[in-house]
Structure formats: structure tokens, C-alpha cells
């Protein structure tokens, strides 16, 4: 009935593994969407303006509607159009789309929030493209950018506990799957509840540290 | 797919939308006290408004969802699993709203509490007639996107039994083998409310801009 | 006249954290009279009249209004006694302020914002707080922009406003801090004008300005504020005329092209 230290210990390893699957899905998944939603942004930005229409509409699809439609309809849509992942791949598919949607208007956001006078006056000093980007643009991006990113992060790791309805094998799974087992719910998610806590203070924590790192920047920016 | 299904998911969409807007008003309510909470003189209730908003933003609502669901039984609580949705999505809305209300409060310029002061504004006053109206206009974008958040998330509720909308898809898809038209089509219910509130969102941003920009 | 005068301050020190930024100022603004206020940037001006206003707390000194101590009295030793908060507001009452960067409230008219005070403070009816704005507002010269927001509003007319507002409350002081430092040239004119009726009236002002021609022809009295102390006062006349300070004379350099050259 209750959820006694003994059982913690003897399902330590499962949940131990469980809790690797979630951080690796949510560390891959903001990654691959953070680098696509880049790219994203970067195509709309600076490509010709057919493709910025273009990816409006699946960019604003995403944006407006609940991840788990998409997951279900990724993960039970999928094989009736040939695809048909495993659980995990359909997670990670899925985390990376739907993070790449939101990334993808962050960056945007940077991009519109740097002065055009700041490039202008990278270029008069003899800078060419790229080193204007390196140089100017992603320094003072990533100062302007960093909260929100690591608030978005942040959603992604929480995005991973939907994941455990398509039965991918990660935290609140494996801790339903134990609740089930012992019935044993309020301990099994009350411990859940303060993992997932502790996750995102850590996270949110660093966020920051590099922000006092980076605040030399701040000036510049604001 | 058929109009009898897609009407079926309309008829979901109004349990969704209702949950939405339920819990919205009452995590408004709620967000309010909350962040009259973290910006109170007392430390205790400081210290309690922070913890709130942090466990609350910290920690997936599924979860949350979870825990309360099994939680209310255990404290004697037996509600229909309608209410668990309700005071699981009410309290991690408050959270989020709270955060917002803290932020438009604190983006009110200090001048214009300065220039009330010099007029003689009580605290109250200064208050009701200055911050508030102002913290309101400077937030309800945040607001919008917000109540937009809770819509999508209300698709989780269907993990305590809720027939809402997505879980209407799920069980319509399961008997009918059509899972792709079927949460296509859940997707695209939820695309258009979000229009219509974020329509209804510029509509009310553009009544509240006093003068023109 | 009393012989009290309107505003005194004494051995008035503040600090931030570590920073003194008035080091023991005294200062006497009798009734009726124009003080202009200057000094270079970061001496301590904006930080006298916010005080003299309570939007600051002075560490020590004591300020009197008409003859009443605001904030803190002297107790029998000299130590400082604080005040309560109600008697405070009503010395406070004596006082009408205009800043800078206007603080117009920006979601009430231009008629709301001087109507706000009368109704939710002074307990007027509407209606009597309507006509009475309008009185101010048609004063300062803008009737007709009654019911625009302060959005729609030029820099000179939202101060116009703003004064109005401060003047609707009816205060035997008033404290202007660089008025026209946000204001574009040529609408300078406009503010400097109402100022100059106001001072005609009878008003008591007391102005930080960087608008040396006015200082000189509507001041009655200068002071002179450098790091903190008080190190000039006079007449203008006698403070900018020759022979001057020393200090004045390399912050009027600095000032040349701002009409001070008049002067020189
Ligand atoms: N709230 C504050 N906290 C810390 N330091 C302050 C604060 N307000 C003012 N100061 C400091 O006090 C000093 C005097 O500032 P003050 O604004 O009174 O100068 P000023 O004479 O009005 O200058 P200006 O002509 O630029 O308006 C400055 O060095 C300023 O940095
Ligand atoms: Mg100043």
C-alpha cells in the first residue's frame, strides 16, 4: 500500500534507467530542435520569400495545437502513410518537431530585436557576413535570447512526461507502471512531482549562471 | 471521415473548451492572490506565493493531473474526475498567471506612482486607479497566450477520463481504425479555437491601447 | 509675507549605500519666490527636490514646509523624531511637482489626469473636478486637447498637462525638476512660458533647471550645487555677473551654446 524506502531501493535501477531515457529524449530533442529551428528561422529570414510562407503554415500548425494530437497522430497516424516508428523514435520525432516550431520563432525573435545599426556599423568597420554573424549577431543573440530558451527547454522537458502515454519507456511511465503495480499513486507521483521539480531548478539555475555570466553583454544589448 | 464523427468531435470540442475557460477564470482568481502573495511584505507569505509558482511551473502538469486525481480520493474528496481536471489545471494556471501579473506589476513605471504620490494617492488608490489598469493593459498579451497554453493543455486531462475532445479522437480512432483523419482532425478544432481566441486577444489588446501608438 | 519661509532645509544628508550624494545641504526658499536650482550633472539636484517632495527619505537634517517639519520633527536633543504618515501627507498637501519625463498617466485623458486628484483624493464631485481641470487645462493653454490621451500629445503639451495637474490640487509650492530636459528645442518655449505666468502669480517654485536664461531673468535667487554641497546663492545678478565663482564661471563654459552666452 505505501511506497516504503525498500521498494525505492529495489526499483532503483528501473528508474534510474527511466530517468536516463527522459533526460536523454528531452537533451536530444531540445538540441535537434533547437538546431532545425534555427535553420527554420535562418530560411525565412534571409531566403526568398516563397519559403518563408511556406513554413509558416506548418511552424503556426504546430504552435497551435496540443503535442499530444501531434504524438498520437505521429505515432498512430504514422504507419497508415508508411512510417511507422517504435514508441522512442516516435518521441524523439516528435519532440524535435515540436521544439523546432517554437525554437524556430525565438530565433526569429532575435533576429527582428538586433538594431540594424549594429550591423551597419560591423559592416563599416570592415567585417564581412559571416563575421558579422559570429561576431555581432549570435553573441548578442544568445544574450538577448538566453531566458527564453531556457524557458523553452525547460517545456520540453515537461513536453517529455506526454511522451509516456505513447508508452515510451521514460519517468512517469516507469513510475505508473510501479503505482499500478503496489497501488501505491499519491507516494509514486508526489516523488515524480519533486524529480521533474528538481530537474528544472537545476536547469533554470544554470540558465542563471549564464546570464550573470554573459551580463558584460547586457549593456550593449539593451 | 465522416460529418457524424467530425460532429462528435465539435460536440468533445465544447467540454474543452468549457474546462478552458473554467479553469482560466478560476486560475485567474487564484494567480491574483498568488502574486499579491509574492509581492507581500510578509516573508512567510513571500516565501509560500514563491514556492507555489515554482512547483507549479516546475513540474509537468500530466503529472500534476496524476497527483490530484488519486490525491482527492485519499483526502476523502471523491469528485467526478471532470472536478480533479478542473483543480489540476486551475492550479498550474494560477502559477503561470501569477508570474505574468508580477512581471506587468513590476514593468509599471515608477514615475507614475511618483506622480501619484505627490497627488496624495493613498496606497489603495495608487493602486486601483494607477497600477492595476496599467499592469492589466501591459499584460494581457502574456494573458492571451496564456489561456491559448491551457487550451492545448487540456488535452491532458483525457489521461484522468476526461471525454474531452482528444480523448474523443483517441476512442473514435480506436473503433474506427482512422487515427489519421481522426486526430488530424482533432488538430485542426484546435487550431481554430486558438484563432478565434487569439483573434479575440488583438481585438481586445487594440480596445485597450488608450490613444493612439 | 511671515517671516517663515516657504521651504527650509537643514544639514540635509543622503546617502545611497555607500555613496553620499548631499553632504549637509541648508537652504532657505522664502514665499513667493523663484529658486533656480543648477549644477553639473550628477550633483545631487534631482536628489534635493526628490527629498524636499519625500519621494526620497534623507538620512539626516530636517525639512520644514510653511514652518512644519515634513517627515521627521526635532526632538529635544535634536535627535530626529519621525512623524506620523497622516500629518506627513498633510504637509506633503503643500506641495505640487512636475518631472521630468512628465509621468502623465498614460490611460486617463488629458482631463482625467487632472480630474484623478480632486475625485479620488480631494472627494469632489465629478462634475465640480471637471470644471475645475478645465479652469487649469484652459490656463496652460489647452482646453481644446481635453480629451486626449497623453499618446496623442506632444513632449511640451504633455508637460503643460502635467502642471496642470500639479497646480488643479492647489499647492502654495511648487517643485519643477528639469521641466524641459526632455523636451525638443523649440517646445521648450511653451512650458518656460506657463512657468514664467506661474511665477508672475505669486507662486513659490522651486526649479532645477539646465535653462540658464530663464534662471536669470525669472530666479530671484540661484543656488548652486556641486558634489553634494550648496557652494553658491545669490541673486542672479550677483552669481553670474563678474566677478564669478570659479566653478560657476567653468559651468557656464560648458553651457555657452545653450543661451548662457547672453551672460558672459
Ligand atoms: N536611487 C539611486 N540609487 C543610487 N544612486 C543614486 C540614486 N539616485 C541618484 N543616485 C546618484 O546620486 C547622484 C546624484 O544624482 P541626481 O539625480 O540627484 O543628480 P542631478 O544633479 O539631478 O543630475 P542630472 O543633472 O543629471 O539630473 C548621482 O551620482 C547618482 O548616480
Ligand atoms: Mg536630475
Not at chain 3, 558634489?227 to 560648458?254: N, S
Amino acid at each position: 500500500m505505501t511506497f516504503d524506502l525498500d521498494l525505492i531501493v529495489l526499483y532503483l535501477p528501473d528508474i534510474v534507467r527511466a530517468l536516463g531515457v527522459t533526460i536523454l529524449l528531452w537533451l536530444a530533442g531540445s538540441a535537434l530542435g533547437l538546431l532545425v529551428g534555427f535553420l527554420i528561422a535562418v530560411a525565412r529570414r534571409y531566403g526568398p520569400r516563397w519559403l518563408d510562407w511556406a513554413l509558416l503554415a506548418p511552424v503556426e500548425l504546430i504552435r497551435g495545437t496540443p503535442f499530444l494530437v501531434q504524438i498520437f497522430l505521429l505515432y498512430y497516424g504514422g504507419p497508415f502513410i508508411g512510417l511507422s516508428l517504435d514508441s522512442i523514435t516516435a518521441g524523439l520525432l516528435g519532440l524535435t518537431i515540436y521544439g523546432a516550431a517554437y525554437y524556430s520563432e525565438l530565433w526569429r525573435s532575435g533576429f527582428v530585436a538586433i538594431p540594424k545599426g549594429h550591423v551597419e556599423a560591423a559592416q563599416c568597420v570592415g567585417l564581412n557576413r559571416t563575421q558579422t554573424l559570429r561576431r555581432i549577431i549570435l553573441p548578442e543573440m544568445t544574450m538577448l535570447l538566453l531566458p527564453s530558451m531556457v524557458n523553452m527547454t525547460i517545456l520540453m522537458l515537461k513536453e517529455t512526461a506526454i511522451l509516456s502515454i505513447i508508452s515510451v519507456p521514460e519517468l512517469t511511465l516507469a513510475v505508473s507502471a510501479l503505482g499500478t503495480k503496489y497501488y501505491a499513486f499519491v507516494e509514486g507521483f508526489a516523488i515524480l512531482a519533486l524529480v521533474y521539480w528538481a530537474l528544472v531548478e537545476a536547469c533554470s539555475a544554470l540558465g542563471r549562471y549564464a546570464e550573470s555570466r554573459l551580463s558584460k553583454y547586457r549593456f550593449a544589448v539593451s | 471521415m465522416s460529418w457524424k464523427l467530425f460532429w462528435l468531435l465539435v460536440e468533445a470540442a465544447r467540454l474543452t473548451i468549457l474546462l478552458s475557460v473554467i479553469s482560466v477564470s478560476i486560475g485567474f482568481l487564484l494567480s491574483s492572490l498568488v502574486c499579491a502573495a509574492v509581492m507581500s511584505t510578509h516573508r512567510s507569505a513571500r516565501i509560500a506565493g514563491k514556492l507555489f509558482v515554482s512547483f507549479f511551473r516546475g513540474t509537468p502538469l500530466l503529472v500534476q493531473l496524476l497527483l490530484i486525481y488519486y490525491l482527492l480520493p485519499q483526502i476523502g474528496l471523491n469528485v467526478p474526475s471532470e472536478v480533479a481536471a478542473i483543480v489540476g489545471m486551475s492550479l498550474c494556471t494560477a502559477a503561470y498567471q501569477a508570474e505574468i501579473l508580477r512581471g506587468g506589476f513590476s514593468s509599471v513605471p515608477r514615475g507614475l506612482i511618483e506622480a501619484a504620490n505627490m497627488c496624495g494617492f493613498s496606497k489603495f488608490a495608487i493602486f486601483r486607479r494607477i497600477r492595476l489598469p496599467i499592469a492589466v493593459q501591459l499584460t494581457i498579451p502574456a494573458l492571451i497566450s496564456e489561456a491559448i497554453m491551457m487550451l492545448k493543455s487540456s488535452s491532458l486531462v483525457s489521461v484522468v477520463g476526461v471525454v474531452e475532445l482528444s480523448r474523443m479522437a483517441q476512442d473514435l480512432a480506436a473503433s474506427t481504425y482512422r487515427p489519421l483523419e481522426l486526430f488530424a482532425a482533432a488538430g485542426l478544432i484546435y487550431l481554430i479555437i486558438n484563432l478565434v481566441v487569439a483573434g479575440f486577444g488583438l481585438q481586445l489588446e487594440k480596445r485597450m491601447q488608450w490613444g493612439r501608438t | 509675507m511671515s517671516a517663515k519661509p516657504a521651504i527650509k532645509v537643514e544639514k540635509l544628508v543622503k546617502r545611497f549605500g555607500k555613496t553620499t550624494v548631499l553632504e549637509g545641504i541648508d537652504l532657505a526658499v522664502e514665499r513667493g519666490q523663484v529658486t533656480c536650482l543648477i549644477g553639473p550633472s550628477g550633483s545631487g539636484k534631482s536628489t534635493l527636490l526628490r527629498c524636499i517632495a519625500l519621494l526620497e527619505e534623507a538620512n539626516e537634517g530636517f525639512i520644514e514646509i510653511n514652518g512644519e517639519p515634513l517627515g521627521f520633527a526635532s526632538g529635544p536633543n535634536g535627535e530626529r523624531v519621525r512623524l506620523p504618515s497622516s500629518e506627513t501627507q498633510k504637509v506633503r498637501a503643500h506641495i505640487g511637482m512636475v518631472f521630468q519625463q512628465f509621468n502623465l498617466w498614460p490611460h486617463m485623458t488629458a482631463l482625467g489626469n487632472v480630474t484623478e486628484a480632486l475625485v479620488t483624493v480631494r472627494r469632489m464631485l465629478r462634475k465640480d473636478a471637471e470644471q475645475r481641470a478645465m479652469t487649469q487645462l484652459s490656463n496652460v493653454g489647452l482646453s481644446d486637447r481635453a480629451g486626449h490621451y497623453p499618446s496623442e500629445l506632444s513632449g511640451g503639451q504633455q508637460q503643460r498637462v502635467a502642471i496642470a495637474r500639479a497646480l488643479a490640487l492647489d499647492p502654495d509650492i511648487m517643485l519643477f525638476d528639469e521641466p524641459t530636459s526632455s523636451l525638443d528645442p523649440e517646445l521648450t518655449g511653451e512650458v518656460l512660458a506657463v512657468m514664467r505666468d506661474l511665477a508672475e502669480s505669486g507662486m513659490t517654485m522651486l526649479v532645477v533647471t539646465h535653462e540658464i536664461g530663464f534662471a536669470a531673468s525669472v530666479g530671484s535667487k540661484i543656488v548652486f550645487l556641486d558634489q553634494g554641497k550648496l557652494i553658491v546663492e545669490g541673486k542672479p545678478e550677483e552669481v553670474f555677473g563678474k566677478p564669478r565663482h570659479e566653478r560657476i564661471d567653468q559651468f557656464l563654459d560648458t553651457y555657452l551654446d545653450r543661451g548662457a552666452a547672453t551672460l558672459l
